[in-house]
């Protein structure tokens, strides 16, 4: 089979969209997942933000949502507002990004959302082991590929290694499928996890060249994109122009 395409945080190909907008268009498309970044904030509410500091510099979580929804405007959607608009429509794809929150986090989705209408990816190795003890009918990714340039030559060197073999953290983690960097999917992972039956989710491929290279690969469970537009023409077989 073809894989799932994935619209990573919403996105759709049109540049200027408030983040409603784009998810929305991109569940228009008819992507099959569309990817949200769950944060907290200080006063207990979950919202859609992908990186780790705001434009101002701080934390997402050291905010409450009112001092969040004042920096980042239309961009920012809370996990309700999202969930009111992904409704059945199409598959959640929850990306975690506070260690320690994920079981909190996995429930406020289940609150309102069926175990099979979505998935999470988290690096962290407990965390998944712990959604898993607690949720066994969430299927859960373990994310391979973080970002290690600020790191040091020899810690940069160990993560890579690990995740290029990544049989230990797997079976600590209890993990249903990989979320892999295209780099590490390219080098061996889509060949690791084909040898041993596991799904495997590509990240972020936004290159029309290296989009078709994978999509055309049936190793690969779902491709993750910035350009579901693309994936989506090439999935059917459609010129994109």
Partial sequence: MAPLICAHRGSCGVSGLTAAERYGRAIEMGVDYVELDAWRTSDGVYVNHHDDLTPSGVSPASLTYGELKSELGSELLTLDELLDQVALRVGL??????????????????????????????????????????????????????????????????????????????????????????????????????????????????????????????????????RPDIALRLRAGLPHH
């Avoid at 289940?110 to 962290?124: K, N, Q």
């Avoid at 190795?125 to 859960?140: D, H, L, Q, T, Y």
């Avoid at 999917?185 to 290159?207: E, F, M, N, S």
């Fill in 93 to 226: 794809h929850v990306d975690l990004k506070e260690p320690g929150r994920e079981i909190e986090t996995v429930r406020a989705v289940l609150d309102r959302c069926a175990e099979s209408r979505f998935v999470v990816t988290t690096g962290d190795v407990e965390g998944i082991r712990n959604i898993k003890e607690s949720f066994p009918a969430v299927r859960a990714g373990l994310t391979l590929g973080a970002d290690m340039r600020n790191a040091r030559t020899w810690a940069t060197l160990r993560q890579r290694m690990s995740e290029l073999f990544p049989g230990e953290r797997l079976k600590r983690s209890h993990a249903d499928f990989v979320a892999a960097h295209q780099q590490l999917a390219r080098i061996r992972l889509l060949r690791y996890c084909a040898g041993r039956g596991l799904a495997a989710w590509v990240w972020t491929v936004d290159d029309e060249a290296e989009i078709a290279r994978f999509i055309a690969d049936r190793r690969v469970t779902a491709l993750i994109t910035n």
